[in-house]
C-alpha cells in the first residue's frame, strides 16, 4: 500500500493536477477518510474481540472466522480500509494517473493475498467458511 502510495505521488513530476472545485476535494478526502478508518478499525476491533490473529502473513494462526460487525459487510474490510485511503490520496493529489493506483492495489491484493487467504480460511474452517463466503461479499 505504501509503495502504491509513493507511486502515486511521483505522478506529479509527470502530470500537472487538475483544478478542482475548492470545496470538493476536502469533502471526498472527509468522506473517504472515515470510510478507510470505519471499515480498517472495524476490522481490526473485531479480529481483537475474537482473539484471532490480525497478521495476513499468518493467516495460518486464524482462531475462528470472524462473520459480526463490519464482517457482516464485507470479509475484507482492511483491505477495503486501504483501498479507500489511497482514494483518498489520489483525489488530494488531483493528478488523474494516481487514480490507478487504488486500482492497482485492489488488483494485487485481491490475487496475491486475498484468494490465498481464501484457501487457507476455507481449508482450515471448511463448510463455516464457505458458507459465511457465500453470504457475504468479498470487497462490497
Do not use: C
Amino acid at each position: 500500500m505504501l509503495l502504491t502510495a509513493a507511486a502515486m505521488w511521483g505522478a506529479l513530476k509527470f502530470q500537472s493536477t487538475v483544478s478542482i472545485e475548492p470545496r470538493l476535494p476536502f469533502a471526498l478526502t472527509t468522506a473517504l477518510g472515515v470510510i478507510a478508518l470505519s471499515f480498517g478499525a472495524g476490522g481490526i476491533i473485531a479480529f481483537r474481540l475474537a482473539k484471532t490473529t490480525i497478521n495476513p502473513v499468518q493467516i495460518d494462526q486464524a482462531s475462528r472466522v470472524v462473520t459480526g460487525g463490519i464482517y457482516r459487510v464485507t470479509r475484507n474490510p482492511m483491505y477495503v480500509g486501504l483501498t479507500a485511503l489511497l482514494v483518498m490520496w489520489a483525489v488530494h493529489l488531483a493528478v488523474p494517473p494516481a487514480l490507478l493506483g487504488p486500482v492497482f492495489f485492489a488488483l494485487f491484493t485481491h490475487r496475491f493475498q486475498i484468494i490465498p487467504e481464501e484457501r487457507v480460511m476455507s481449508a482450515k474452517f471448511g463448510k463455516e467458511y464457505d458458507d459465511y463466503r457465500k453470504r457475504v461479499r468479498r470487497w462490497l
